[in-house]
């Protein structure tokens, strides 16, 4: 099953995944509730943000309760797929400092019996301000073979108005895939090619072209699987490099990420960033 947002998922793999957050989670088991605990510190944050995941089932429907800011805020999300073939549902609502959010509502729908190698999927989800749904995001795909067209929109119903739209398609070749969106309103054209050198390098490039403002940007990279870890190198038009390593600290409990990125303009009188990731199985 494909969905819109996986038209250029290719290529933003390959040149995305760089972090410059300082992260540890942790993940275990507590009275046999599979448990995820993690804390960020984001760039110029002065104490880390907490957040504890529990994931369950009840009644049919996958669990996700997240606890963040030190009990102020609580989320649980609902997610059902035994509706009828082809259709989950999700729901989600929060609790801020006791003061309920709009609830969201997302809806994936893989229309059945098409032939292998063709599907045609929907999703809408709703931001809901009781009575009625506040915003919509919908979106399209189609996929038959190699290739894959689709679009998203989003619906403003306190103004009864359309916001953002995006179209895209993809053709996925031998060794490749090619993709073009075309964002903003049909404002912002991106164009990105991924290419599979082997089962360990892959290569990936893409141009982002500003029709107003007729202002164009790229960026190339590139991974490679090793034997102790996975390296990623990004170098944008803007003369940014990003390099993250990706592997075992301790085999089979701890994993983790480290990035620096360098600004090739400013080498001399700003710093590098750079983030470290761990991964702790309890």
Not at 98 to 112: H, L
Not at 147 to 165: H, N, P, Q, R, S
Request: aromatic letters at 6%; one cysteine or more.
């Amino acid at each position: 099953m494909a969905l819109f947002g996986d038209i250029g998922k290719g290529a933003r793999d390959v040149l995305g995944g760089h972090s410059y957050d300082h992260k540890v989670t942790a993940t275990s088991t507590v009275q046999g509730v599979p448990s995820t605990f993690t804390a960020v510190l984001k760039p110029g944050a002065s104490q880390p943000a907490l957040e504890a995941k529990f994931t369950g089932k009840a009644h049919g429907a996958n669990l996700d309760v997240l606890v963040a800011d030190l009990g102020k805020k609580l989320t649980l999300t609902a997610a059902v797929d035994k509706l009828r073939p082809g259709l989950k549902v999700t729901a989600t609502g929060t609790l801020t400092e006791g003061a309920p959010g709009a609830p969201k509502v997302t809806g994936v729908y893989n229309v059945p019996g098409f032939a292998s190698g063709t599907s045609l999927v929907f999703k809408s989800e709703a931001v809901v301000a009781y009575p009625y749904a506040k915003k919509v995001d919908q979106s399209v795909a189609y996929v038959h073979g190699p290739a894959t067209v689709g679009a998203e929109w989003e619906f403003d119903t306190t103004k009864m108005a359309l916001g953002k739209y995006t179209v895209g398609a993809q053709y996925a070749l031998k060794q490749g895939t090619a993709a073009l969106l075309l964002a903003d309103k049909l404002d912002t054209a991106k164009l990105s090619y991924v290419h599979k050198q082997s089962s360990t390098l892959s290569f990936a490039a893409e141009v982002v072209h500003k029709i107003s403002k007729n202002a164009t940007t790229g960026s190339v990279g590139a991974t490679n699987k090793f034997d102790a870890f996975t390296g990623k190198a990004l170098l944008t038009s803007d003369l940014l490099v990003s390099l993250s390593a990706t592997g075992d600290v301790v085999p089979k409990s701890v994993s983790g990420t480290a990035c620096i990125q360098l600004d090739g303009k400013n080498i001399s009188s700003k710093g590098p960033k750079y983030g470290v990731q761990l991964s702790v199985k309890a």
